[in-house]
């Protein structure tokens, strides 16, 4: 027997529907069903079958063949609802792919799924796919096409007859393909037949005794076992449903009320932020229609059950089920106890580690028989690889109890964290595609299931804000680190294997066992009990990431929000040390002109982390961004409660009262307004300017082309243009200089603009309307260098990139941009390079650098004056508890009196300089 034979054998003998199924028989009736989204769009039963039976035939002029495999990865939407009911009409193997996965883990996924086509919502694939070979169908664009056509028959109020048949999806071996982490580090693709999912969902329909009157919301991700499920049940019950996004509780509880929801599915997360919500809301919603809170997903906590019931009157219904084998055991309305008994037809054991049956109470490995268990898992390139277990071991540990319901504990080798199984040693894998190795290690965080430190062997060891940046883009957003540390290498045992006892140390040292950092009092930090405040605030920031998100966005675009939100918390985190390193003296006040960008960095740099020094900190918002500011600070406060005083009084009161009682002035801004400032201080007052840099970006002959460009866009794109850290000249070899700006060029034409919150584009209009100025004036004196861009809507005060290329060895003398204007001067030779960088003009603005390629000369010569960053951007570089910048008296310096050094700065070591206590 081949095999395929063997599969297909193997489908029938274990997944066969049970002779005495109430079922619906393979042709599904449209009935009383009907589905409403989150803005109460109503699409009728019969509309919504035409829709899927058009979208099919879409897909087959297409040349969707029934025989083929088709991915289908997609946000919750009638969309996704209408594909993947068209697809089970049309009798295709669907594979179905999370949403959410970083777009090069995705791409992996569906290369190997041996899928012909992908169905998705995506605006156009990412560069990770090209090298997939892939037929992609715009689903959104298909999805309007089916609708247009039906409303033009109108045939959403006709046809009944218009039935979707899944008797040939039912019948293949290979019909659904999903995908489960396992602990060996790779997604494994887990295939099942059509029989026995559809089997699955009747077993689940007599437990949970759906109605046709039913309205159901599931808060889940139709792309997982758990979501599909209700999708599918939905359709068998002929009943109403309601979408909602995934993760969207609050929308939720709106939904429920408004639509008289009757049964809610949701992971356990969902449902502590809904018994928030609650305590919250003085005027309680109405909930009572819901007859049915169901939870699934990971192990329900005894205490959220008890909480659930106390609250709303009402059980928490658990269940338990695995991508293997779909539910295996479900608590219903008349037995509420643990996750029930298992489906009619499933059989559980529960196990020693001799795989001997355990009595009940005793806890042990679950071990399921059913007939729904999975036929094969999938192999690279999308052949299926059959597989016949008539007891499947789940790794899960639980019990029965003495009525036969069973209680499930845990996964041995898997964390939970945000509603998510997770498995660190999966997660690790994906993290090491930034470059060096890494160890995932989870602590136990009440507060949040676990807490995840991720360690990384890095030789060189960078600063933990430049791995922090990298590992966030490898990762999903669920998997992110609560802490980064970086060794030089991992602690080894006496076989040579990492010594995972010695990393668990490790990472309960920086988190405390609980997911609260602990700190030893320390006589180089003048106010050590304030370290568990700052820690405190590292936990908000992972906590309330997304309200500080909106916050920030209103004036920032969301990509140098998340960056920036990764830097603030990687300098939170090396606070003690920084301070612990230069032991400053404790001072009694500072004040601070806060900058007009970097609202939350700035306020980790100059307000946060002198608090560890600093009995007093009275701080001035910039009024551009005062309103963020007061935002931010009324969010943190709550966490911190430190001596952080916010005054928004005019400048010159500021300076007279505050500024004139404090021992250390901080002032960001410009040059000439820092001059003002200080000329009005104290003698004995210690004045710390921070100002803005000309940032040379210098490109050798030999350097990578590509990672040149990619750095540049990087660097020059940080908030729409508008960051100091954007160089305002760019000087490349004439060797390269016509490949480098042709790709810069196409690099930069294909930028998206949209709103600072919308996560597909990536830049957005000028915030600045002084940048929008200093732009045109730069476009309108060098238009005859643009070589990309140049366009400017003043009605919504964009800027498109701009790329200008002068002639080769150019004499320049670049006006600090807050655009995205890219500024290229081609140089013939190094040694006039080293000329025009030893221009009084760039010497007295030297802040930072940039290096691609081997130039030794010029590398060291921008090293006496600045901070350089060598093949990676200045970004990459900050680190915010060591000093930055350079000698460039424009762009910083120290005052005391009437000296004024030029120096690359951190507020700690100037603390530490200028008052006794500190090492000199």
Sequence with gaps: MGGEDRLRWFAARSSAVPENEDRQSTATSPRRKMLIDARDRKISTTELSVRCRRLGRLLADRGVAPSDRVVLTAANSPEFVVGLFALLHHGVSVALVDRALPARECSEVVAESGARWMLSDHDGLEAEFDPVRIGWLDLTALAAEAEAGTAADGAGTADEGAELDLGAWGSRPDALVVWTSGSTGRPKGIVRSGASVLGNSARTARRMRYRADDVLCPLLPFTHQYGLSMLLLWWRAGATLVLCPSAGTKAAVELVERHAVTVVDAVPASYVTLLRLLERDAAAPDLSSVRLWCVGGEPLLEDL????????????????GASELGNIALAGADDPTGCGTPLDGVEVEVVDDADQAVPPGTAGQIVVASPDVMTGVLEPGGRVWPVHRPRFATGDLGYRDEQGRLHV???????????????????????AGCGVPVQVVPVDDRRGG?????????????????????????????????RVVVVERFPGGPNGKVD???????AADVLGGSGQATTAPSSRIPYPERVARLHDVLDLLSSRRDEIVSVMTEVSHHVTVAGEIEAAHAALTGAAAEVERHGPAAIDRMSVLMPSNIPLYGYVLYLLVPSLYTGEIVFRPSRRIADVTRKLHELLADAHGLPLVLDDSPQREFLEGPGARSDVLVFTGTYDNAEKVRSGLRPDQVFVFFGQGVNPFVIGRDAGISDAVDGLVTARMLNSGQDCFGPDVVFVDTAISARFCSLLVRRV????????????????????SDGLDSALEVLRKDRQYIAAGGSVDFGHERVDPT????PADTKVRPPELFAPIFNVVPYSSEDWLDTMLDHPYFEERAMGATVYGD??????????RHTVSVDRTLVDIDDGNVAFGGTGIRANYVAHGRKRTARPLLLSQVVADYFDGGDR
């Design 305 to 320: 059950r008890a909480q659930f019931l106390e609250r709303l009157g009402q059980p928490l219904l658990d269940g338990y």
């Design 749 to 768: 034409e294909k930028l998206r603009c949209g709103a600072y919150d919308d996560p597909s584009s990536d830049y957005g209009p000028l915030f600045y």
């Design 450 to 482: 676990s807490a995840l430190v991720f360690v990384v062997a890095d030789p060189r060891l960078r600063p933990v804000a430049h791995w922090r940046r990298l590992l966030v883009e490898q990762v999903g957003a669920h998997e992110r680190p609560n």
């Design 500 to 506: 995972r006892a010695a990393l668990a140390e490790l």
């Design 855 to 864: 130039l030794p000369e010029t590398l060291a010569r921008l090293r006496r």
């Design 409 to 431: 504990l845990g996964r041995r080798a898997a964390v939970h964290r945000l509603g998510y199984t997770l498995y660190p040693d999966a997660i690790a894998h994906k993290a």
């Design 803 to 806: 790329v200008l290329i002068r």
